[in-house]
């Protein structure tokens, strides 16, 4: 079966620019994660989907990044304006449901680098 | 809240030695235990899970965990390492009830098995 399909693979743009990263999760599954993974550190998460609806953001820092899932299947992590602090690889996940023993699939993530 | 410890920034280890990677965790239910290991430019992949049961629990590519519920730990074992092992591991926990249910990860460990 496909995997996670993430897009770009890299990204580099000037602080207070504007990104997007984009997320297609596993055909069939409701559950959808974007992580925050900066160097050094494990994975945050930054919010958590369930089909179409937002299971938990409150990591998320609304001043400046938001994410929609509007047909329940793929989504779109914005961040505007960035920060230098905003370098990082963004992870895309996804279940089957939200399951707490559910694993979860990664994709290969967008490095951002924030000049 | 729940937590995960990964104590160790990095582990070495001769090629067919055998390999501990620790991870501590606290959870205020009873926790599901994930490892995942990450290699360079790839997103992080499901090693192995423990749900309940056995405490000993073996997963991909050789690689076994230990649940020890009185010391709170979750520690990934194999028996003889390989220099293809050589990768990010991460360990994840997920309360089974009374918290999060969003999977908090480890700063994770680098494994470095030396030829």
């Known amino acids: 079966e496909a995997g996670v399909a993430q897009s770009p693979r890299y990204k580099i743009i000037e602080k207070r620019q504007s990104v997007a990263f984009w997320c297609n999760p596993i055909?069939?599954?409701?559950?959808l994660y974007w992580y925050q993974q900066i160097l050094g550190q494990g994975p945050k998460l930054l919010i958590q989907f369930q089909n179409n609806g937002v299971v938990d953001d409150s990591q998320l820092p609304k001043d400046r990044f938001s994410a929609e899932r509007l047909k329940g299947v793929d989504s779109t992590l914005k961040i505007q304006p960035a920060k230098l602090e905003d370098s990082a690889v963004y992870l895309c996940a996804s279940s089957p449901t939200r399951g707490t023993n559910e694993k979860l699939f990664f994709g290969s993530g967008t490095q951002l680098s924030v000049l | 809240a729940q937590s995960v410890a990964q104590p160790e920034d990095q582990v070495n280890v001769a090629e067919g030695n055998p390999l501990t990677v620790k991870c501590t965790y606290s959870v205020s239910g009873n926790p599901y235990l994930f490892w995942y290991v990450q290699y360079p430019n790839r997103g992080l992949q499901f090693l192995l899970k423990?749900?309940?049961?056995?405490?000993l629990v073996k997963g991909s590519y050789g690689f076994e965990a230990e649940f020890n519920k009185s010391q709170t730990s979750f520690h990934l074992k194999k028996p003889s390492a390989l220099v293809s092992d050589s990768a990010l591991y991460f360990c994840a926990v997920r309360d089974m009830g009374g918290g999060s249910y969003i999977p908090t990860f480890g700063r994770g460990t680098s494994l470095i098995v030396h030829p």
């Open positions: 055909s069939g599954h409701a559950t």
């Open positions: 423990y749900i309940t049961g056995d405490n």
